[in-house]
């Protein structure tokens, strides 16, 4: 299989989107080998859908992503499903099988695509968890952990196959901040520790400036990508205002809650 | 770089080293999994050192295989270390306890389980099964007591839209499934009838049949197969996905708003479709009596009018309205006993049509006899 030099991923003007809804047109990007690259934006901009359509789940409506220099569009099914194992997924609720306990949701993949026995399949399951931080956990069911646990443990499972390329869909979605900070940090860990490439899809700015290493923003009205850069370079840039109110919102927010809570108290803000 | 990993034992004073070299992958896991164990059992004494200086290619199967290297060791009480560790390895074994690793905690599998333990445990299933079908009839009771004080509060037009989906949309099956079933039934009776020469009593035999038994038994079979288990999917995808429990949150009685709807609904459409699908079951019959037994449609239908009295259909009637609460409940039952998950939802639908069919035959048995001595 040819390998496509630095970049992992290469969008070459795509355009996304359900049948004949267009969301996006003429998206070109490209993703490094082992970075962190995000993509954010406000809701309803598209950004699961541009993910979907990365990961494969859904065809792009024209232009072609190529991934580790083979086109995600190619027929022959081998290949596809030789791409399919160097790419893990963690969605948004973890999506664990339900009636399999957290090492045999893991076990699943590795019985499918390598020729290990029982025992070193079980081994690998723990290794997996326990670089997710949930030794211990290998016989619960998804049903008896926290929602963070089941992101944990759905990371676990996306790596499996210790795959080059991971994506994430909202990894902060319904998780408190610590524990949210917590996934934040085991993150840029195994990214640092295994070098896997990470895309991952956020709007939250504690997890964009935790994680990425380059942004890039997509946007409602605009039908595409508005800005691209560090999250610090993203922050300083006035240029744009929806960009600069965007990566400042924090700060805005929490300023503009505490003067309207004060004058509803009838006093006025320092 | 190498695809393959090479195991080298060597012996040492203090017992053996063995150097692995080349990819410690998932790929080549396997084999280096084996080789390794092996190496082990031959050197079965003092010491093991674990050279992992020349693995050029490491994935977490690579640490699996370390890992349990180091469990051997630990349950046959020999010391072992890994050497010359390279920064790519280091870097993935600081994300673990490796020596927890090597402890392992084992992955229990679910087929396991000994005989009496399934015993005991579809017992105890059973136990809560009954109490749960008891629990459902008396919420469903006082929910139609409620519903008939306050007849405002049952949601016509989900009643409107489950007749639709439960009887409406059901009848060019349940025509199809009954004219085949009288074609079929003339055929066999002609076969027997015409060695006396009473073609003519094919009509008594069809509509008789048809009416009594077959209408009402086969239309709620097909109804338990299509609403029943829809029913049951609906349901039990909405616990899944927690709407039952905001709708308990929001104040509402969940019997009330989502199965008395839906049994309403089948209680008014089966007996509807048992009328259609008896008519169209005599003409079956009639299509068979003209076509192949010399009988006229008029002497056919005149025949069958004859046969039938109002407390032959009424009997028929009087069953399909009790399959059509037996079918909705029960498919509304497995709903709600949905735990958690896909699978869940999908062994209650299937357990919604089984059980559904079942008691429909049960009912009927109890109805044929209670009806020989009325």
């Keep these: 299989m040819s390998r496509a030099g630095d970049h992992i991923i290469e969008a070459k003007a795509i355009s996304t989107g359900y049948g004949t809804q267009v969301i996006h047109e003429g998206l070109t990007f490209h993703v490094k080998r082992g970075e962190i690259f995000v993509i954010v934006g406000g809701s309803g901009c598209g950004k699961s859908t541009l993910l979907?359509?990365?990961?494969?789940?859904?065809?792009?409506?024209?232009?072609?992503?190529?991934?580790?220099?083979?086109?995600?569009?190619?027929?022959?099914?081998?290949?596809?499903?030789?791409?399919?194992?160097?790419?893990?997924?963690?969605?948004?609720?973890?999506?664990?099988?339900?009636?399999?306990?957290?090492?045999?949701?893991?076990?699943?993949?590795?019985?499918?695509?390598?020729?290990?026995?029982?025992?070193?399949?079980?081994?690998?399951?723990?290794?997996?968890?326990?670089?997710?931080?949930?030794?211990?956990?290998?016989?619960?069911?998804?049903?008896?952990?926290?929602?963070?646990?089941?992101?944990?443990?759905?990371?676990?499972?996306?790596?499996?196959?210790?795959?080059?390329?991971?994506?994430?869909?909202?990894?902060?979605?319904?998780?408190?901040?610590?524990?949210?900070?917590?996934?934040?940090?085991?993150?840029?860990?195994?990214?640092?520790?295994?070098?896997?490439?990470?895309?991952?899809?956020?709007?939250?700015?504690?997890?964009?400036?935790?994680?990425?290493?380059?942004?890039?923003?997509?946007?409602?009205?605009?039908?595409?990508?508005?800005?691209?850069?560090?999250?610090?370079?993203?922050?300083?840039?006035?240029?744009?205002?929806?960009?600069?109110?965007?990566?400042?919102?924090?700060?805005?927010?929490?300023?503009?809650?505490?003067?309207?809570?004060?004058?509803?108290?009838?006093?006025?803000?320092? | 770089?190498?695809?393959?990993?090479?195991?080298?034992?060597?012996?040492?004073?203090?017992?053996?080293?063995?150097?692995?070299?080349?990819?410690?992958?998932?790929?080549?896991?396997?084999?280096?999994?084996?080789?390794?164990?092996?190496?082990?059992?031959?050197?079965?004494?003092?010491?093991?050192?674990?050279?992992?200086?020349?693995?050029?290619?490491?994935?977490?199967?690579?640490?699996?295989?370390?890992?349990?290297?180091?469990?051997?060791?630990?349950?046959?009480?020999?010391?072992?270390?890994?050497?010359?560790?390279?920064?790519?390895?280091?870097?993935?074994?600081?994300?673990?306890?490796?020596?927890?690793?090597?402890?392992?905690?084992?992955?229990?599998?679910?087929?396991?389980?000994?005989?009496?333990?399934?015993?005991?445990?579809?017992?105890?299933?059973?136990?809560?099964?009954?109490?749960?079908?008891?629990?459902?009839?008396?919420?469903?009771?006082?929910?139609?007591?409620?519903?008939l004080r306050h007849p405002r509060s049952v949601r016509a037009r989900d009643v409107l839209l489950y007749i639709e989906r439960a009887g409406v949309d059901a009848v060019p099956i349940v025509a199809m499934i009954q004219f085949l079933l009288g074609v079929t039934l003339a055929l066999l009776g002609a076969s027997q009838l015409r060695q006396f020469g009473a073609n003519i009593y094919v009509a008594n035999l069809v509509g008789i049949a048809m009416v009594q038994e077959i209408g009402p038994l086969m239309t709620a079979i097909l109804v338990a197969g299509r609403s029943g288990a829809a029913f049951a999917a609906e349901i039990g995808t909405m616990k899944v996905s927690e709407e039952i429990d905001a709708l308990t949150a929001m104040g509402f009685n969940p019997q009330r708003v989502l199965v008395l709807p839906k049994v309403l609904a089948v209680a008014l459409a089966m007996p509807c479709l048992l009328l259609i699908a008896n008519v169209v079951g005599i003409c079956g019959g009639a299509v068979i009596g003209v076509a192949f037994l010399n009988i006229s449609l008029a002497a056919y239908f005149n025949q069958t009018y004859g046969a039938l009295d109002v407390w032959m259909i009424a009997q028929g009637l009087i069953k399909s309205l009790v399959f059509a609460v037996l079918v909705a409940g029960i498919g509304c039952l497995r709903g709600l006993q949905v735990q958690s998950g896909a699978e869940s939802v999908g062994r209650q639908t299937t357990s919604a049509v089984v059980s559904g069919i079942f008691m429909i035959i049960v009912a009927n048995a109890i109805f044929t006899v209670m009806f020989q001595y009325l």
């Design chain 2, 1 to 147: 770089m190498s695809s393959e990993c090479s195991i080298a034992v060597e012996r040492a004073p203090e017992g053996v080293n063995v150097r692995l070299a080349g990819a410690l992958t998932l790929d080549t896991a396997s084999r280096a999994w084996r080789e390794l164990m092996a190496a082990l059992c031959a050197h079965a004494t003092g010491a093991v050192a674990l050279d992992v200086g020349g693995v050029e290619r490491f994935d977490s199967a690579g640490v699996a295989v370390l890992a349990e290297a180091r469990a051997a060791c630990a349950a046959a009480q020999r010391p072992c270390q890994l050497r010359n560790v390279p920064p790519h390895i280091g870097s993935m074994l600081s994300l673990l306890d490796f020596d927890a690793l090597a402890r392992p905690v084992p992955v229990e599998h679910h087929h396991r389980e000994h005989f009496f333990m399934h015993v005991g445990a579809w017992a105890y299933e059973l136990a809560g099964g009954v109490r749960s079908v008891f629990v459902f009839i008396g919420d469903a009771f006082l929910a139609l007591v409620y519903a």
């Design chain 1, 52 to 270: 979907r359509h990365l990961c494969g789940l859904q065809p792009v409506l024209a232009g072609t992503i190529v991934i580790d220099g083979v086109p995600l569009d190619a027929e022959d099914d081998a290949v596809r499903a030789g791409m399919a194992q160097r790419m893990g997924v963690l969605f948004q609720s973890g999506a664990l099988f339900g009636s399999l306990t957290l090492a045999e949701n893991i076990e699943l993949v590795l019985e499918e695509y390598t020729d290990l026995p029982p025992a070193a399949r079980d081994a690998v399951a723990r290794t997996k968890l326990a670089m997710v931080g949930l030794s211990g956990y290998e016989n619960y069911l998804p049903s008896q952990i926290s929602g963070g646990m089941k992101k944990r443990a759905g990371l676990a499972r996306a790596m499996a196959l210790d795959p080059p390329l991971l994506f994430f869909d909202e990894p902060s979605a319904g998780l408190d901040p610590v524990t949210s900070a917590e996934l934040d940090h085991l993150i840029v860990q195994l990214n640092a520790s295994l070098g896997t490439t990470m895309v991952v899809v956020t709007h939250e700015l504690a997890s964009i400036f935790t994680i990425a290493q380059r942004v890039i923003m997509l946007e409602k009205g605009v039908r595409g990508i508005v800005a691209e850069g560090t999250p610090r370079e993203l922050q300083a840039d006035t240029s744009r205002p929806s960009v600069h109110a965007f990566f400042n919102r924090e700060r805005r927010a929490v300023r503009g809650a505490a003067s309207s809570a004060w004058e509803r108290c009838g006093h006025r803000s320092q």
